[in-house]
Every structure is written in C-alpha cells, then in structure tokens.
C-alpha cells in the first residue's frame, strides 16, 4: 500500500494554515529534501530509515522525530517486508518558541525522542483533526503540543507558567466564545487584544477552567444544541445553527457529553411530551 492523505488546517479562524499528513507506505522511498517547517512525526507502525545530519534514524511505533527546518532528510522502509506508517505535521518554526525563552529556535539535540506520553497525545490530536478540522479545535490543541515538545526536548528554556489575572483572562476569553459561538475568534487575536501570549492565555484558562477552549466551547453549544433539538428542530439543521461544522461534528461531542446522539436525545425528548 503507498498511501499519503494531507489535511490542512487552520489555526483560528481566518488564522495560518498547518498541514497535517497520514502516510502508509510499503515501499516508497523520498528523494532527498527539505521543509521550511518544522516536521514533527509519529510512527504508527512499521519501522522507517530516515537519512540525516550525516547519520541514520530508524523509528518504531510509538517514536516521534523532529526535523529542523531546512534540514535535508530522505525516508524509506526500514525492512523489506513491514512497511512503514506515521502521522505528521509541519510547524511554522515561529509555533515551537511560544512559551519558551532565549534566543533563536529550540534546537533538538536528538531527532528521536521516546516520549509515550507526548507522542499518544499528538497522535490522538492528529487523528481527530485530519478528520474534522476545526480551528479552534486545531489552535487550542497543536501550539499546546509544540510548546510542550520543545520544553521537554529541546534546548529551549520554558518560560514562566505564573499568570497574573488568570480567572479574569479565562472569563473574558469564555465571555467572547459564548458571545461569538458560530464564527469565535481566534486565540492569537484574543491574545493580542489582552496583551498577552497565546500560549498565556491556553494556560489561564486551562488552569481556571480546567479544559481548553475548544472544549468549552463545544460543551456549550451542545447545551445550546439540547434547547433547539427539544424544539423539534433536525440535528442537521442544529449543527449549523450552534456552530458545529456538520451534523457528525454534533453527534461525536453531543454523545462524549450526554452519551447518546442528536438524534436519540430528539427523539427521547419529544416522546415524552
């Protein structure tokens, strides 16, 4: 199987695009080149030689690789019978310095790092957005990621995580996602309006509310989605109206939040009229 599926996401709304690839392959090999970005991967399966810096990286399921931006790599299979798969994505090298401090970009001293933790929540993260891009879904979720990554890898300082004002950050940020639930405005110029960091501003309100933005956001249109579907209103209709991106967006928070569908609670509510 060769097999490659790339996603482009947006961080906010109308904010810079990041893409997103899933790659299966049994044979393919690339001929050398280099991205502007930072590539950061997961292998899924299989085992992958990645040529580099002079030397040789061979991943396994579960390994992330982090490649500098204009670095020349190649990739192949690591034997001749597995294959290989991972999940990636290219960073804007700009993503990888918020939260931190010094000077110039994280430098990762190794390309392969074992970190099971990091590397299930970015694989879990690109799963759901390549399937559903949602951009602030994508802007709460990936900058988080990249911070951590180059605090617990690199040679990047992490910055202070003390926020002064973390409880009036987190309420004016939830204030605005209420005020703008089907077109919310991005981190970054929620950020600059509060002249703060948005890797400070993810922090007080994942700190206040115990959640990050897209989370609350979407818990509160599902509640705004429970009052229009008691109307009687189709949940195709009331995904749209509360700002989900289409009724299977509905259906997979709605069923993690009340543990059943649009549909059924519909039903169940107007059979007890």
């Given at each position: 199987?060769?097999?490659?599926?790339w996603?482009?996401?947006?961080l906010g709304?109308?904010g810079?695009?990041?893409?997103?690839l899933?790659?299966?392959?049994?044979?393919?090999?690339?001929?050398?080149?280099?991205h502007?970005?930072?590539?950061?991967g997961?292998?899924?399966?299989?085992?992958?030689?990645?040529?580099?810096?002079?030397?040789h990286i061979?991943?396994?399921p579960g390994?992330?690789v982090?490649l500098a931006?204009?670095?020349m790599?190649?990739?192949?299979?690591g034997?001749?019978?597995?294959?290989?798969?991972?999940?990636?994505?290219?960073a804007?090298?700009g993503l990888?310095?918020?939260?931190?401090?010094?000077?110039?970009?994280p430098?990762f001293?190794?390309?392969?790092?074992h970190?099971?933790?990091?590397?299930?929540a970015l694989?879990?993260?690109?799963?759901?957005l390549?399937a559903?891009?949602?951009?602030?879904?994508?802007?709460?979720?990936l900058p988080?990621l990249?911070t951590?990554?180059?605090?617990?890898?690199?040679?990047a300082?992490?910055?202070?995580?003390?926020i002064a004002?973390?409880?009036?950050?987190?309420?004016a940020?939830?204030?605005?996602?209420?005020?703008?639930?089907v077109?919310?405005?991005s981190?970054?110029?929620l950020?600059?309006?509060?002249?703060?960091?948005?890797?400070?501003l993810l922090?007080?309100?994942?700190?206040?509310?115990?959640?990050?933005?897209?989370?609350?956001?979407?818990?509160?249109?599902?509640?705004?989605?429970?009052g229009?579907l008691?109307s009687?209103?189709?949940?195709?209709?009331?995904?749209?109206?509360v700002?989900?991106?289409?009724?299977?967006?509905?259906t997979?928070?709605?069923?993690?939040?009340l543990g059943?569908?649009?549909?059924?609670?519909?039903?169940s509510?107007q059979d007890?009229?």
């Open positions: 199987m060769e097999q490659a599926l996603t482009r996401a947006r709304r109308g810079p695009a990041l893409d997103l899933t790659a299966r392959f049994d044979q393919h090999v690339y001929a050398s080149h280099a502007d970005e930072y590539t950061i997961v292998c899924v399966d299989g085992s992958e030689i990645i040529d580099y810096r002079g030397g061979r991943t396994g390994s992330i982090v931006p204009g670095e790599h190649t990739g192949g299979p034997n001749a019978t597995d294959g290989y798969a991972y999940r990636a994505l290219y804007e090298p990888l310095t918020d939260g931190t401090v010094g000077h110039g970009l430098h001293r190794e390309p392969l790092l970190d099971a933790e990091l590397a299930a694989r879990i993260t690109h799963t759901e390549a559903c891009p949602d951009p602030l879904e994508a802007e709460s979720r988080w990249l951590a990554l180059a605090r617990r890898h690199s040679t300082r992490a910055a202070s995580d003390t004002g973390a409880d009036h950050i987190a309420r940020v939830r204030d605005r996602l209420a005020d703008e639930v077109e919310p405005p981190l970054s110029a950020a600059t309006d509060l002249g703060l960091s948005r890797y400070q922090r007080a309100f994942r700190t206040t509310m115990g959640i990050p933005p897209y989370a609350w956001l979407a818990q509160h249109r599902v509640n705004r989605a429970r229009l008691e009687g209103l189709r949940p195709a209709e009331v995904a749209t109206l700002g989900f991106a289409d009724q299977a967006h509905l997979r928070w709605f069923r993690r939040v059943v569908t649009p549909a059924a609670y519909r039903n509510v007890a009229v």
